[in-house]
């Protein structure tokens, strides 16, 4: 009837939840996601970086309970487009989560199913509520990893699908050593 609690540690500087289940995301991973394909196929070949590390602590999927997970997003470009995480909108689309910024900085896109989308931007300290029915997806901006803590329903669950297929409205890049948010021209409604 009664689960029991616990604490865990989690450091702040590397991101590791102790007993936490590790995930890796290689750029391999990532085929399709990017913008210039030509570099991500360059990049893969000469060293398929890690491009993030997830560590969750997650329960079984019942409405009411709660699942967190911090993740390590490093940081790197294919082109000019800054390392981003695959994105996802929940399975249950009306969840919603927060996530906290612990180390380095970037930001979140967030998008509607119809496409309006959002850069928010994150630094240590930065608190982001996601809605319901938004997708999501982190963007390291700066040059050493970008760490934070994502709490969320336990029944949430992910779908992938609809961006991998379709991506977002908008695409973070580097022009001028400058971080631009602007309009990705592969995106079709
Ligand atoms: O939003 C959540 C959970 O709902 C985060 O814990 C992400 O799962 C993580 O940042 C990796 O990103 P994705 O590969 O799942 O998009
Ligand atoms: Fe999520």
Redesign the pocket.
């Known amino acids: 009837m009664y689960k029991e609690p616990f604490g865990v540690k989690l450091d702040f500087e590397t991101g590791i939840i102790e007993n936490a289940k590790k995930l890796v ?1 290689k750029l391999s991973d990532m085929k399709g996601y990017f913008l210039d394909e030509q570099a991500w196929k360059e990049l893969v070949e000469k060293e398929d970086p890690v491009v ?1 590390e ?1 560590y ?1 602590i997650e329960q079984e999927e019942k409405d009411g309970d709660l ?1 967190f ?1 911090t ?1 390590v997003l490093y940081p790197g470009k294919v082109g000019k487009e800054f390392f981003f ?4 909108y ?1 399975a249950k689309a009306d969840r919603a ?1 927060i996530y906290f910024a612990l180390k380095g900085r970037g930001g979140m896109l967030l998008q509607t199913p119809e496409g309006k989308a959002k850069f928010i931007e994150m630094v240590p300290g930065t608190v982001v509520y ?1 809605p319901p029915y938004w997708a ?3 963007v390291n901006t700066g040059n050493e990893p970008f760490i934070f803590l ?1 709490v ?1 329903p336990a029944d ?1 669950g ?1 779908d ?1 699908g609809t961006i991998k297929e379709k991506g977002f409205s908008k695409i973070v890049v580097e022009e001028d050593g400058k971080v631009v948010v602007k309009d990705n021209p592969k995106w079709k409604e």
């Open positions: 995301r993030y997830v969750a699942n997970a993740t995480t695959k994105g996802h929940h989560e996601v999501h997806r982190t994502a969320y949430a992910h992938y």
